[in-house]
C-alpha cells in the first residue's frame, strides 16, 4: 500500500459563504492523503484575526458547536490569530478529484474557486485543530493555545449543508426525518389527506442540485402501465412546477421538484418552495393515479375526476 501527502502552499485570502456574510480567511495550505493514487482525505489550514474568530465562535462556523469541541475549548481566549486545520467532507471528495490529480493542479484551481461553490461553503469543512501560534497540524506542532475538535476522533457530521437545510424544515415542521444508505439522501414520512408516503431530499452538493420526490406507496401493476402513463402525461401537462415520472421497469410513480443552486446557496426560504408544493401536488393527484392503478377510471376521466 502506497501512502502519500502532498502540500500545496496557498498565502492568499479565501472566501467561504455562510448563512450570513460571507467570512474571509487567510489560506495557508491544502493537504491532500492518497492511498495507491486514490484520494481519501483533503486539509486545509487557514488563520483568522481574532474578532474573525470570534464570529466563528459566536455563529458556531464550520461546525465548531458546543459539543463538537474538546477539552481547553471553555477557556479559549486568543489576543493573536487562530489556526485553524479543517478536513473537507468526505463527500465532497470528488469535487476535489475533479480538479486534477496531483496538489499542483488541485492547488490553484482550489484557490480560485469563488465563495458559495461547495468547497467554498463554511459547512462542508470539519476543524481537526483551533491552535494560536501554530502554522501548520502537519508540520508537528503542538495544539498548545487551543484545542482539538472532536472531529479529529472520526466523528462525521449528521447531514451536509443541503440536507440541513432540508432537515431543519422538516424539524420545524415536527416531522421526523431519517438517514438513508446514500449519504445525500434524507427520507421523511408525509401523511396526506389522500394517502400516506415517502418523501426524499437528494442533496448533490458537487453539481449543486436538491431535488425533492415523493414516492407512491404502491407500484403500478405491468398491465396498468400505459394507462399510467398517459394518466402522467395529461396530469404533466398543466402543471406550473415539477412532474410526475413512472419507471416502466418496476411500476414505481414518484412526484419530482428540483432547484439547480450551483454557484449560489440553497435557502430555507428555496426548500419550502420545493417541498410544499411537492407534497400538496402529490396529496391532490393521488386518487386519480390510484383509480388508474385500480383500473376503476381511464386516464382521462381521473384527471377530470381531480381537477374538477
Known amino acids: 500500500m502506497s501512502e502519500l501527502t502532498s502540500h500545496w502552499e496557498i498565502d492568499g485570502e479565501l472566501v467561504f459563504a455562510t448563512a450570513g456574510e460571507d467570512l474571509a480567511v487567510h ?13 481519501r482525505e483533503v486539509r486545509l489550514t487557514f488563520t483568522v484575526a481574532p474578532d474573525l474568530y470570534a464570529r466563528v465562535d459566536r455563529e458556531e462556523l464550520f461546525h465548531l458547536d458546543a459539543e463538537s469541541r474538546g477539552p ?10 487562530v489556526t485553524i486545520e479543517a478536513r473537507l467532507d468526505s463527500a465532497l471528495l470528488p469535487g476535489i478529484a475533479a480538479m486534477g490529480t496531483d496538489i499542483i493542479e488541485v492547488g490553484p484551481r482550489f484557490s480560485a474557486l469563488a465563495a458559495g461553490s ?24 503542538s495544539p498548545r493555545g487551543g484545542y482539538t475538535a472532536r472531529h479529529a476522533a472520526g466523528e462525521r457530521p449528521l447531514v451536509l449543508p443541503m440536507l440541513a437545510i432540508a432537515a431543519g424544515a422538516f424539524e420545524e415542521r415536527g416531522l421526523d426525518w431519517e ?6 439522501v434524507i427520507r421523511v414520512h408525509i401523511l396526506g389527506e389522500n394517502g400516506a408516503w415517502a418523501c426524499f431530499v437528494v442533496a448533490r452538493e458537487i453539481e449543486g442540485r436538491c431535488t425533492v420526490y415523493s414516492q407512491a406507496p404502491w407500484e403500478t401493476p405491468e398491465e396498468r402501465r400505459q394507462d399510467m402513463a398517459e394518466v402522467v402525461t395529461r396530469i404533466n401537462f ?33 426548500f419550502d418552495g ?14 386519480a393515479l390510484e383509480a388508474v392503478r385500480d383500473g376503476r377510471l381511464a386516464p382521462r376521466a381521473a384527471v377530470e375526476l381531480v381537477e374538477g
Open 179 to 184: 438517514e438513508t444508505s446514500d449519504d445525500e
Open 72 to 81: 481547553g475549548a471553555e477557556r479559549f481566549d486568543p489576543a493573536s490569530d
Open 27 to 39: 489560506g495557508v495550505d491544502l493537504a491532500m492523503d492518497t492511498v495507491d493514487g486514490a484520494l
Open 118 to 141: 461547495p468547497l467554498r461553503e463554511a459547512g462542508t469543512w470539519y476543524p481537526l485543530h483551533v491552535t494560536v501560534g501554530v502554522l501548520r497540524a502537519a508540520e508537528g506542532g
Open 274 to 287: 420545493l417541498f410544499e408544493p411537492n407534497v400538496a401536488t402529490m396529496d391532490h393527484y393521488l386518487p
Open 238 to 270: 398543466g402543471l406550473p412546477l415539477g412532474n410526475f415520472e413512472m419507471d416502466f421497469s418496476d411500476g414505481e410513480i414518484r412526484f419530482k421538484t428540483s432547484v439547480d443552486v450551483s454557484g449560489d446557496r440553497l435557502s430555507g426560504e428555496i
